[in-house]
């Protein structure tokens, strides 16, 4: 280590300290905006600021070999990318070696994954610093030199490590170990059921599931009306019936404005249902000038067309699957948590709501569309209030 001692080096880290949360929050929202782009569903993006006493850990280890511990830890901010199919590890890896700077020498770059030899099942760590594009920016420039490690991993890449780190290392690593053993077969059975996720993914894309021939197969839901209930399958306590739309998606009219809108007055206590969900989420629901909420209208409409959703028998049918099992909570909690920390400044009315539904759930169909030809990106804009 410098000359310094280790009670200097902390006290220089304090100092430094929030710039670097800065520079991990500013991190966060460039690779969620980086992402976005890609087009790819996550399930969740997280950051984090190695605290002062982690810090003091790593240098006071009796191991530890820094000369300039600040500027040589590649881990002092941190971004963890959380995937739901292996598929897309790939995809994420080479936007970041696009993105960033990358430091081979102290990264597990997605190559290295392939490695058969390779213990435990291993996610994608990338020690970057900012791309002399972006580093002269005057908005980056105070960050120009500093550095970082993105993480990419599935759910289940992530479980792997969160329980491991909780194991003895040293007898986690010895060459005959029982523990190992056990761990091998542990990890391949992990990477096994994430390959068994994307073929079942897979096969969902496809198209419609075909019906269950009484084996223990996956089964299509039954047609007709769905009974009324609440969001995410809890009871409505409205009462008398509303009045249904019975359009096919073989015949009646398309959705329109006018359809929406007499949809939504004749479905009252759904509508304060699925606010009310919103809200308990965090989502800065609020009611908007009648101008505003009819451009959301419209805008509701177009989303839905590019959506394949195209009668509002399909409508209905849509929020049914949302309400079945949470579904469309689960939806709006993995947009919440990709955005917390810009969501309290979005302009969201009802019908903003239900846009931002459609467009998390149905995303495997809009990623194939020309979103800004259809108006879905200056759309997704508007709520997040850049125009």
């Known amino acids: 280590m410098d000359v310094r001692s280790v009670e200097e080096w902390k006290d220089l880290y304090i100092r430094e300290h929030s710039l670097y949360q800065g520079f991990t929050e500013r991190l966060e929202h460039l690779v969620q905006d980086l992402l976005e782009q890609v087009g790819i569903e996550l399930f969740h993006v997280e950051s984090r600021t190695k605290s002062i006493e982690r810090f003091m850990q790593r240098i006071a280890n009796p191991s530890a070999s820094f000369r300039d511990p600040v500027n040589e830890m590649y881990d002092?901010?941190?971004?963890r990318v959380v995937l739901y199919f292996a598929e897309d590890l790939e995809k994420i890896a080479r936007m970041v070696e696009e993105e960033f700077t990358v430091h081979k020498d102290f990264s597990v770059p997605y190559d290295a994954l392939q490695d058969p030899d390779a213990y435990g099942y291993r996610s994608i760590h990338y020690a970057v610093s900012l791309a002399p594009h972006r580093a002269t920016l005057r908005e980056w420039r105070r960050y120009g030199e500093m550095k970082a490690e993105i993480q990419i991993r599935t759910i289940l890449q992530n479980a792997w490590s969160a329980i491991t780190?909780?194991?003895?290392?040293?007898?986690?690593?010895q060459s005959k170990s029982l523990l190992k053993r056990k761990l091998l077969r542990m990890s391949a059975l992990l990477e096994e059921a994430d390959?068994?996720?994307?073929?079942v993914w897979d096969f969902v894309r496809q198209g419609p599931l075909p019906p269950d021939s009484g084996g223990a197969g996956l089964s299509q839901p039954p047609k007709g009306p769905k009974p009324s209930g609440g969001v995410g399958g809890e009871t409505s306590h409205g009462t008398g019936a509303s009045p249904r739309f019975t359009q096919s998606r073989s015949g009646g009219d398309g959705i329109s404005v006018?359809?929406?809108?007499l949809y939504f007055e004749t479905h009252a206590q759904k509508l304060r249902e699925w606010t009310a969900a919103a809200a308990e989420i965090g989502y800065p629901v609020s009611a908007r000038s009648e101008e505003y909420e009819g451009k959301s209208l419209e805008n509701l409409v177009a989303i839905l067309s590019a959506a394949d959703i195209a009668s509002m028998e399909d409508f209905e049918a849509f929020l049914g699957e949302m309400e079945d099992g949470g579904i469309g909570r689960?939806?709006?909690?993995?947009?919440f948590r990709s955005f917390e920390k810009e969501i309290p400044q979005w302009r969201i009315d009802t019908y903003s709501l239900f846009f931002l539904l459609v467009l998390n759930a149905k995303w495997d169909v809009l990623?194939?569309?020309d979103l800004v030809q259809l108006g879905i990106k200056g759309a997704t804009d508007r709520i997040k209030g850049a125009e």
């Open 330 to 335: 689960q939806h709006l909690r993995t947009i």
């Open 195 to 199: 390959e068994g996720f994307l073929s």
């Open 76 to 79: 002092l901010s941190g971004v």
């Open 165 to 173: 780190k909780k194991l003895p290392y040293d007898e986690v690593v």
């Open 367 to 369: 990623q194939k569309k």
């Open 258 to 261: 006018q359809t929406l809108r």
